[in-house]
């Protein structure tokens, strides 16, 4: 008994020990630091809660209403201002502004003529010389052995030849290939009707939207108002481009749904512009693959529903003169579609191709009536015989 007694008493002694020893060591925990300030909580918040109702301070007193300023409406409101027209570059004589950017690149074709006739012996291998550069100047076949037997007759009659003698001679020659008794106006003014309607054909990658853009910018130098039709639905951004070239000499475009009817887009843009009562009225339709049957099909349908408002005055083929033989072979096929009156060679500073000028006519018996000469803006001028033939043959 008295050893049962002894092991309670232990337990209780070494039960103390140990709950001695866990409460020590509690204390021994650091307490975290007292805060420095108390914060007031009876203090308003800085600033009021989401949903918090906005009171009038109590120190202020109350105004009424007839003390409350009110807008007197002499505050400036901000307007939009209409975009700075661009006044675009006269056409007139704009041809012999721009031949010094002719000349550099058909220096080939005129020079190299002059100095092969000037030679003291003109053999067969001097004529055969001659036909060599007007055929790589795609000026054609048949035009060149035209060329080629009307010097070999007027240097025999001649005799002794200056240079001043022979750049004369070679200057009446390539004209009388060009032509000079053709109308290269581009017809824009029926006499008894208005607007003139101008629709503008041709391949992808030749310059024809951005040309239907120049075309605005050369009629309105010559004072005429236009209204532009953006048919190329096929691709996004031609509707957008042709509306930039408008919009910066104010012309109105008119446009339709992405992928949409190119016809009706046509036939909105005549009838906007009879309704404005505009003097032109400039349709581009979307490029066409000359060898797509459908695509060109189609092409004969914007012509014929545009016609159901009124004749078309111009169809306007654009031809990128660097393609060279290739191009006339786009104009056979599109002549048979729609019946082409002018012809605009785009890139011609950018080639020593420009016998393409009298191939083409040859081929499509309409003339050239524009062509352009680089990039910028007022690039696109009417094509003028004597100002192209003496930038060929220079001074």
Known sequence: METVILAVVIAVVVLGALGGLVVGSRRKKPLPPPPTSVPDITAPPAEPH?????ETPRDEPRRTIEEVDLPDGSAPVAVEEPPVLEVPEPTAGRLVRLRSRLSRSQSALGQGLLTLLSREHLDEDTWEEIEEILLTADVGV???????????ERVKVLGTRTPQELRALLREELLKLVGTDVDRTVKTEPEDRKPGIVMVVGVNGTGKTTTTGKLARVLVADGRTVVLGAADTFRAAAADQLQTWGERVGAHTVRGPEAGDPASVAFDAVK????MGVDV???????????KTGLMDELGKVKRVVEKH????EILLVLDATTGQ??????????????????VLTKLDGTAKGGIVVAVQRELGVPVKLIGLGEGADDLAPFEPEAFVDALIGD
Not at 272 to 275: L, N, R
Request: aromatic share 2%; proline share 4%.
């Open 310 to 313: 009124a004749p078309l005055d």
């Open 326 to 343: 290739n191009g006339l072979v786009q104009a056979r096929v599109f002549a048979e579609v729609v019946d082409i009156t002018g012809i």
């Open 142 to 152: 048949a035009p060149t052995q035209e060329l080629v037997d009307a010097l070999r």
């Open 272 to 275: 906007e512009g009879k309704e």
């Open 281 to 291: 009225v400039l349709i581009d339709t979307a490029g066409r693959l000359h060898t």
């Open 50 to 54: 989401v949903g918090d109702e906005a």
